[in-house]
Protein backbone atom coordinates (compact mmCIF):
# COMPACT_ATOMS: atom_id res chain seq x y z
CA UNK A 1 0.00 0.00 0.00
CA UNK A 2 1.40 3.27 -0.98
CA UNK A 3 1.77 6.32 1.43
CA UNK A 4 -0.88 8.27 -0.34
CA UNK A 5 -3.58 5.61 -0.25
CA UNK A 6 -4.60 6.21 3.90
CA UNK A 7 -4.49 10.04 3.14
CA UNK A 8 -7.30 9.33 0.05
CA UNK A 9 -9.59 7.06 2.03
CA UNK A 10 -9.59 9.60 5.01
CA UNK A 11 -10.17 12.22 2.21
CA UNK A 12 -13.05 10.34 0.71
CA UNK A 13 -14.37 9.55 4.10
CA UNK A 14 -14.52 13.44 5.58
CA UNK A 15 -15.67 14.49 1.58
CA UNK A 16 -18.43 11.34 2.17
CA UNK A 17 -19.77 13.08 5.46
CA UNK A 18 -20.18 16.42 4.14
CA UNK A 19 -22.10 15.35 1.13
CA UNK A 20 -24.13 12.79 3.52
CA UNK A 21 -24.56 16.30 5.79
CA UNK A 22 -26.02 18.00 2.61
CA UNK A 23 -29.58 15.58 2.16
CA UNK A 24 -31.55 13.67 4.55
CA UNK A 25 -30.46 10.39 3.17
CA UNK A 26 -28.55 8.66 0.33
CA UNK A 27 -27.90 5.24 -1.91
CA UNK A 28 -24.73 3.69 -2.29
CA UNK A 29 -24.77 4.15 -6.08
CA UNK A 30 -25.79 8.06 -5.48
CA UNK A 31 -23.27 9.09 -3.51
CA UNK A 32 -20.83 6.83 -5.56
CA UNK A 33 -21.44 9.08 -8.02
CA UNK A 34 -21.25 12.40 -5.89
CA UNK A 35 -17.79 11.62 -5.16
CA UNK A 36 -16.77 9.77 -8.19
CA UNK A 37 -15.75 6.65 -7.02
CA UNK A 38 -16.72 3.09 -7.62
CA UNK A 39 -19.79 1.82 -5.54
CA UNK A 40 -17.46 -0.79 -4.00
CA UNK A 41 -15.37 1.88 -2.61
CA UNK A 42 -18.77 3.92 -1.53
CA UNK A 43 -19.52 0.85 -0.07
CA UNK A 44 -16.54 0.34 2.25
CA UNK A 45 -16.21 3.61 3.16
CA UNK A 46 -19.75 3.78 4.63
CA UNK A 47 -18.81 0.36 6.49
CA UNK A 48 -16.16 1.85 8.27
CA UNK A 49 -17.79 5.16 8.66
CA UNK A 50 -21.23 2.60 10.29
CA UNK A 51 -18.64 0.58 12.38
CA UNK A 52 -17.80 3.65 13.89
CA UNK A 53 -20.97 5.41 14.24
CA UNK A 54 -20.96 8.19 12.06
CA UNK A 55 -23.47 7.24 9.61
CA UNK A 56 -26.61 4.75 9.62
CA UNK A 57 -28.71 3.07 7.54
CA UNK A 58 -32.97 4.33 7.74
CA UNK A 59 -35.59 1.91 7.54
CA UNK A 60 -35.26 1.86 3.81
CA UNK A 61 -31.41 0.91 3.92
CA UNK A 62 -30.06 4.14 3.12
CA UNK A 63 -27.64 6.17 4.16
CA UNK A 64 -27.48 9.03 6.81
CA UNK A 65 -25.24 11.03 9.26
CA UNK A 66 -25.29 8.68 12.56
CA UNK A 67 -24.95 9.61 16.12
CA UNK A 68 -21.19 10.24 16.59
CA UNK A 69 -21.14 12.57 13.48
CA UNK A 70 -24.68 14.14 15.10
CA UNK A 71 -22.94 14.51 18.67
CA UNK A 72 -19.62 16.23 17.14
CA UNK A 73 -21.68 18.45 15.45
CA UNK A 74 -23.80 19.39 18.35
CA UNK A 75 -20.66 20.07 20.11
CA UNK A 76 -19.07 22.02 17.74
CA UNK A 77 -21.37 24.61 16.58
CA UNK A 78 -22.52 26.32 19.52
CA UNK A 79 -25.42 26.89 21.21
CA UNK A 80 -26.46 30.19 20.32
CA UNK A 81 -30.05 29.37 18.19
CA UNK A 82 -30.64 27.13 20.10
CA UNK A 83 -30.87 29.56 23.75
CA UNK A 84 -32.11 32.24 21.27
CA UNK A 85 -34.96 30.42 20.11
CA UNK A 86 -35.54 28.51 23.78
CA UNK A 87 -35.25 31.22 26.12
CA UNK A 88 -39.09 32.56 25.19
CA UNK A 89 -40.35 28.57 25.68
CA UNK A 90 -38.67 28.80 29.25
CA UNK A 91 -39.84 32.27 30.15
CA UNK A 92 -43.65 30.30 29.44
CA UNK A 93 -42.83 27.18 31.16
CA UNK A 94 -41.53 29.07 34.32
CA UNK A 95 -44.22 30.88 34.42
CA UNK A 96 -46.89 28.46 33.69
CA UNK A 97 -45.62 25.76 36.47
CA UNK A 98 -43.65 28.61 38.39
CA UNK A 99 -40.53 26.43 38.87
CA UNK A 100 -37.18 26.81 37.73
CA UNK A 101 -36.36 25.69 34.21
CA UNK A 102 -33.21 24.77 32.31
CA UNK A 103 -31.83 23.96 28.73
CA UNK A 104 -29.30 21.52 28.78
CA UNK A 105 -26.71 19.89 26.06
CA UNK A 106 -24.24 17.55 26.79
CA UNK A 107 -20.64 18.49 26.69
CA UNK A 108 -18.34 15.06 26.65
CA UNK A 109 -19.60 13.26 29.98
CA UNK A 110 -20.88 16.50 31.30
CA UNK A 111 -24.29 18.60 31.13
CA UNK A 112 -23.76 21.82 30.37
CA UNK A 113 -26.35 24.72 31.62
CA UNK A 114 -26.96 26.77 28.83
CA UNK A 115 -29.91 28.70 29.73
CA UNK A 116 -32.67 29.16 32.44
CA UNK A 117 -35.35 30.73 34.27
CA UNK A 118 -35.65 30.77 38.51
CA UNK A 119 -38.62 30.56 39.52
CA UNK A 120 -40.23 33.40 41.86
CA UNK A 121 -41.27 31.15 44.93
CA UNK A 122 -39.48 31.89 48.06
CA UNK A 123 -38.00 28.35 48.62
CA UNK A 124 -36.57 27.91 45.03
CA UNK A 125 -33.85 25.96 43.21
CA UNK A 126 -31.40 28.16 41.36
CA UNK A 127 -30.64 28.37 38.06
CA UNK A 128 -27.18 26.91 36.70
CA UNK A 129 -26.14 28.18 33.91
CA UNK A 130 -23.03 28.13 32.86
CA UNK A 131 -22.42 25.48 35.03
CA UNK A 132 -21.20 21.67 34.27
CA UNK A 133 -22.61 18.83 36.48
CA UNK A 134 -21.73 15.28 35.91
CA UNK A 135 -24.31 13.96 33.34
CA UNK A 136 -24.83 11.03 34.94
CA UNK A 137 -25.98 12.90 38.14
CA UNK A 138 -28.54 15.02 36.33
CA UNK A 139 -31.95 15.00 34.40
CA UNK A 140 -31.30 16.55 31.45
CA UNK A 141 -28.10 14.83 30.99
CA UNK A 142 -29.39 11.32 31.48
CA UNK A 143 -31.87 12.49 28.79
CA UNK A 144 -28.82 13.15 26.45
CA UNK A 145 -26.84 10.00 27.85
CA UNK A 146 -30.07 7.47 26.90
CA UNK A 147 -29.52 9.03 23.03
CA UNK A 148 -25.47 8.69 23.24
CA UNK A 149 -23.81 5.45 21.19
CA UNK A 150 -23.16 3.09 23.46
CA UNK A 151 -19.16 3.20 22.73
CA UNK A 152 -18.48 6.67 23.62
CA UNK A 153 -20.82 6.14 26.88
CA UNK A 154 -18.61 3.22 27.85
CA UNK A 155 -15.52 5.82 27.36
CA UNK A 156 -17.26 8.62 29.55
CA UNK A 157 -17.66 5.80 32.37
CA UNK A 158 -15.64 2.79 32.51
CA UNK A 159 -16.88 1.74 35.77
CA UNK A 160 -18.13 3.07 38.99
CA UNK A 161 -19.65 6.53 38.90
CA UNK A 162 -18.27 9.49 41.34
CA UNK A 163 -21.15 9.25 44.07
CA UNK A 164 -22.30 13.15 44.40
CA UNK A 165 -25.08 12.34 46.94
CA UNK A 166 -26.03 9.22 48.80
CA UNK A 167 -28.90 8.86 45.75
CA UNK A 168 -26.22 9.14 43.30
CA UNK A 169 -26.24 5.70 40.42
CA UNK A 170 -23.42 3.72 41.77
CA UNK A 171 -22.14 3.20 38.17
CA UNK A 172 -22.29 2.54 34.56
CA UNK A 173 -24.74 -0.79 34.68
CA UNK A 174 -27.27 1.18 36.69
CA UNK A 175 -27.07 3.58 34.52
CA UNK A 176 -27.42 2.01 31.53
CA UNK A 177 -30.67 0.47 33.05
CA UNK A 178 -31.77 3.92 33.63
CA UNK A 179 -30.91 4.84 30.53
CA UNK A 180 -33.17 2.26 28.65
CA UNK A 181 -36.07 3.06 30.51
CA UNK A 182 -35.74 6.52 29.72
CA UNK A 183 -35.49 5.86 26.43
CA UNK A 184 -38.51 4.01 26.78
CA UNK A 185 -41.17 6.60 28.51
CA UNK A 186 -39.45 9.30 26.77
CA UNK A 187 -38.09 10.88 30.31
CA UNK A 188 -35.64 11.02 32.82
CA UNK A 189 -35.62 11.70 36.60
CA UNK A 190 -33.18 13.31 39.14
CA UNK A 191 -34.01 12.35 42.35
CA UNK A 192 -31.41 14.17 44.80
CA UNK A 193 -28.95 12.97 42.73
CA UNK A 194 -26.56 15.64 42.60
CA UNK A 195 -28.18 17.75 45.51
CA UNK A 196 -29.98 15.54 48.14
CA UNK A 197 -32.91 18.27 47.74
CA UNK A 198 -33.39 18.63 44.64
CA UNK A 199 -35.58 16.74 42.34
CA UNK A 200 -36.12 17.12 38.46
CA UNK A 201 -37.37 15.71 35.28
CA UNK A 202 -35.63 16.24 32.00
CA UNK A 203 -37.29 15.34 28.18
CA UNK A 204 -35.38 15.52 24.68
CA UNK A 205 -35.45 18.67 22.55
CA UNK A 206 -34.84 17.62 18.96
CA UNK A 207 -32.94 20.00 16.98
CA UNK A 208 -33.43 20.49 13.05
CA UNK A 209 -32.29 16.56 12.20
CA UNK A 210 -35.12 15.33 14.60
CA UNK A 211 -32.73 13.76 17.29
CA UNK A 212 -31.87 15.50 20.43
CA UNK A 213 -29.41 18.26 20.71
CA UNK A 214 -30.30 19.31 24.12
CA UNK A 215 -32.38 18.82 27.32
CA UNK A 216 -35.62 20.69 28.69
CA UNK A 217 -35.94 20.38 32.59
CA UNK A 218 -37.90 21.33 35.03
CA UNK A 219 -36.11 21.21 38.63
CA UNK A 220 -37.32 21.97 42.54
CA UNK A 221 -37.05 21.50 46.13
CA UNK A 222 -38.20 17.70 47.42
CA UNK A 223 -40.21 19.04 49.63
CA UNK A 224 -43.04 20.08 47.60
CA UNK A 225 -41.81 17.14 44.22
CA UNK A 226 -42.83 13.48 44.56
CA UNK A 227 -41.98 10.73 41.85
CA UNK A 228 -45.58 11.08 40.80
CA UNK A 229 -45.94 14.89 40.57
CA UNK A 230 -42.62 14.78 38.24
CA UNK A 231 -43.87 11.84 35.67
CA UNK A 232 -47.38 14.39 35.83
CA UNK A 233 -45.30 17.16 34.49
CA UNK A 234 -43.70 15.39 31.34
CA UNK A 235 -46.56 15.86 29.04
CA UNK A 236 -46.18 19.34 29.58
CA UNK A 237 -42.45 19.30 29.22
CA UNK A 238 -42.80 17.32 25.73
CA UNK A 239 -44.93 19.93 24.38
CA UNK A 240 -42.51 22.70 25.64
CA UNK A 241 -39.40 21.03 23.97
CA UNK A 242 -41.71 20.20 20.67
CA UNK A 243 -42.12 24.23 20.34
CA UNK A 244 -38.54 24.62 20.62
CA UNK A 245 -37.79 21.92 18.12
CA UNK A 246 -40.84 23.06 15.32
CA UNK A 247 -38.98 26.67 16.17
CA UNK A 248 -35.63 25.14 15.09
CA UNK A 249 -36.76 23.98 11.89
CA UNK A 250 -38.48 26.90 11.03
CA UNK A 251 -35.00 28.58 11.07
CA UNK A 252 -33.41 26.25 9.39
Not at 28 to 38: F, I, N, T, Y
Not at 42 to 53: G, K, Q, S, V, W
Not at 139 to 147: C, E, I, M, Q
Request: aromatic residues 4%; positive net charge.
Amino acid sequence: MSKSEPNDAVSKSLRALLVLAAHDSMGVSELSRELDVAVSTAHRLLNIMRLHEFVEQDTSRRYRLGPAALNLAAQTRGDHDLVAVGHRHLAQLCAQLDETVNLVVLDGADALFVDGIQSRQPLRVATRTGARLPAYATAGGKVLLAHTPQAILRTYYPGELRRVTRYTLPDRQALERELEQTRSCGYALNLGEHLAEVFAVGVPVNGRQGRPVAALTVAGPRTRWTRRRLTALAPTLITTAAGITRDLQEQS
